[in-house]
Nanobody
Framework: QVQLVESGGGLVQPGGSLRLSCAAS????????MAWYRQALGKERELVAA???????NYADSVKGRFTISSDNAKNTVYLQMNSLKREDTAVYYC??????????????WGQGTQVTVSS
């Protein structure tokens, strides 16, 4: 009943930029928080950046100053602008959202993931 669809991943050279998008759709009453996580090969999934419906933002220390999270509440969409990409940013990036459905069920939803590869 709720779907998160990511786009924008790909291959980029070190120092380059990518912009990820994640659109939520379905029986949505309200989105309280949207976030991006990533999981590199052999590592645990980690929070990259998050934004609440009130506009509170936080970033992982490793991406501060390079990544920017933003949202378009009217479109139920969150973006992640990634600049000055490093090889260590290579990972599968997942969109996550805390959503209240129209039936008042509150749940945490995940997208399918999009691969970001930083390599020359």
């Amino acid at each position: 009943q709720v779907q998160l669809v990511e786009s924008g991943g790909g291959l980029v050279q070190p120092g380059g930029s990518l912009r990820l998008s994640c659109a939520a759709s379905g029986s949505i009453f309200r989105i309280n928080r949207m976030a991006w996580y990533r999981q590199a090969l052999g590592k645990e999934r980690e929070l990259v950046a998050a934004i609440t419906s009130g506009g509170i933002i936080n970033y992982a220390d490793s991406v501060k100053g390079r990544f920017t999270i933003s949202s378009d509440n009217a479109k139920n969409t969150v973006y992640l602008q990634m600049n000055s990409l490093k090889r260590e940013d290579t990972a599968v990036y997942y969109c996550n959202a805390n959503i209240i459905r129209v039936d008042q069920y509150e749940g945490r939803y995940w997208g399918q993931g999009t691969q970001v590869t930083v390599s020359s």
